[in-house]
Each structure stands twice: as structure tokens, then as C-alpha cells.
């Protein structure tokens, strides 16, 4: 899934820069930018108000249990989560959260491997 979306973001930047190559000429550079600012700021609007915050961060608040349970139903909708619990241990989970977790129970290979494609 990293590969295929670092492969999809360097094919989009490459069809950007000919779809300006083709533009620019036609339409002129000043007009061509200052048109991009205008979906930029819609898509980051609407980004802003449909992202839902983190499940880590809505536990470890404690103010929105119902929501985090919803976001975990999300994830597995097979598993019930309790709305009373989940803040209590999200919040466990998160003090007990160390970088060696990620070598353990057979996540050593895909660790190192995310590394050094990120790297």
C-alpha cells in the first residue's frame, strides 16, 4: 500500500507538470497559480470539517467516549466497544506504548521495512 501510494503521488505531480506545460502557454502563468488557490482552499475546508480527530487523542481527552466507539465500530464493525471503557484503556494503552512494541509479535520484518522505504 506505501508503494502503491508513492507511486500514485509521482505519477499525479508528473501529470500536474504537463497538464501545466500544456496550460501555462495558453492561459498564461499569473492566471494559471492564482486559480489553484481557489480549490486549494475548498479542499482544505472541507478536509478540515470531515476528518474525524484521532482516536488517540479523543481517548486520552476523555470528553468524547460515544465518539470513539463509533470510530472503533468503524475500524471493526463485528467488535462492540463499551462507550464507559474505552477512555480507560486507550489510555493504558497509549502510557504503555513503546518504540519496541513495533519489533514484537512478528511486526519486526514489516518495521524495518517501512523504514527504509520512509527512510
Do not use: D, Y
Not at 507511486?7 to 492561459?27: K, M, Q, W, Y
Not at 472503533?72 to 504503555?96: D, E, H, Q, T, V
Request: charged content about 15%; glycine content about 8%; overall charge positive.
Amino acid at each position: 500500500m506505501v508503494m502503491i501510494m508513492f507511486c500514485g503521488f509521482s505519477v499525479g505531480a508528473a501529470l500536474g507538470g504537463l497538464l501545466a506545460a500544456t496550460l501555462i502557454p495558453h492561459f498564461g502563468g499569473a492566471r494559471f497559480s492564482s486559480s489553484a488557490h481557489s480549490p486549494a482552499a475548498c479542499w482544505l475546508r472541507s478536509l478540515a470539517l470531515r476528518l474525524p480527530e484521532s482516536v488517540r487523542f479523543l481517548a486520552l481527552t476523555g470528553h468524547a467516549n460515544q465518539r470513539v466507539a463509533e470510530l472503533l465500530g468503524l475500524i471493526n464493525p463485528k467488535a462492540a466497544f463499551a462507550p464507559a471503557r474505552n477512555s480507560s484503556c486507550m489510555n493504558r494503552i497509549c502510557r504503555n506504548s513503546r518504540v519496541l512494541h513495533l519489533f514484537r509479535e512478528g511486526r519486526t520484518l514489516v518495521t524495518l521495512l517501512l523504514w527504509v522505504v520512509f527512510s
